[in-house]
């Protein structure tokens, strides 16, 4: 089945410098890669997802690139904020009906004012 | 904008009790699903239900687990004999339909077994 590995575990910035969290997944067949921020205490929320038809997108100071060939993906946070201190998760999945999220490991991110 | 909201946020039991955690998904979604994380681990995926039926689930969930849709807007997760390593966060989600990827998940219930 599909393995998704995540890095790094911890990231620390300074508030204004951009973070870079990167994922691999094993099973070519997968084809949609989400992002989840989850805050303490709080359920995964969505901030950017890829279908593999993309290389990249993205939406304000969030992006996220994709390497079908190297099956690997990556989320960027540009002008990172305190706010954006939270862990943040990788996901795979082949888009479906049933499709199930196969998550990375995560990545705490503290970003210091 | 519409959530998906779990009952109750934590959740205390004795092991070997039943457990009834509640979802109530987003109004209009047809596909149901349940994932864990134990703490500090990774969210792992569970179950995944539509259409009143279940179309897929992982070897974490054995024949202590059933999900269930008991009327037009809940579902349940259900554990029949609670064991220690149950403990965890369990979190609801779900997706509009098939032509949409995007799930949406709840805040989660906390469960500890003593």
């Known amino acids: 089945g599909e393995n998704v590995e995540q890095h790094p575990s911890t990231l620390s910035v300074q508030e204004g410098d951009s973070a870079v969290i990167k994922c691999t997944y094993s099973d070519s067949a997968s084809n949609y890669f989400p992002w989840y921020k989850q805050e303490l205490g709080k359920g995964p929320q969505l901030i950017i997802d890829?279908?593999?038809?993309?290389g990249e997108k993205k939406d304000q100071r969030i992006a996220v690139t994709l390497n079908k060939t190297a099956k690997h993906f990556s989320l960027h946070i540009t002008e990172t904020q305190p706010e954006d201190s939270a862990v943040y998760f990788c996901?795979?999945?082949?888009?479906?009906?049933?499709?199930?999220?196969?998550f990375g490991t995560g990545t705490r991110l503290l970003v210091s004012p | 904008e519409p959530e998906v909201t779990q009952t109750p946020s934590h959740q205390v039991t004795q092991m070997g009790q039943e457990v009834i955690l509640r979802c109530v998904p987003i109004s209009n979604h047809l596909y149901f699903y349940w994932y864990r994380q134990i703490l500090g681990q990774k969210v792992e995926f569970l179950v995944s239900f539509y259409n009143n039926e279940i179309s897929e689930k992982s070897e974490i969930f054995d024949d202590q687990f059933s999900v269930e849709r008991p009327d037009g807007s809940n579902f349940t997760l259900k554990i029949r004999s609670t064991k220690l390593e149950d403990s965890a966060m369990y979190f609801c989600?779900?997706?509009?339909?098939?032509?949409?990827?995007?799930?949406?998940f709840g805040p989660g219930t906390r469960l500890t077994v003593l």
């Open positions: 989600a779900s997706t509009r339909d098939h032509s949409t990827d995007t799930q949406y």
């Open positions: 996901a795979a999945s082949m888009a479906s009906g049933f499709q199930k999220l196969v």
């Open positions: 890829i279908r593999s038809n993309v």
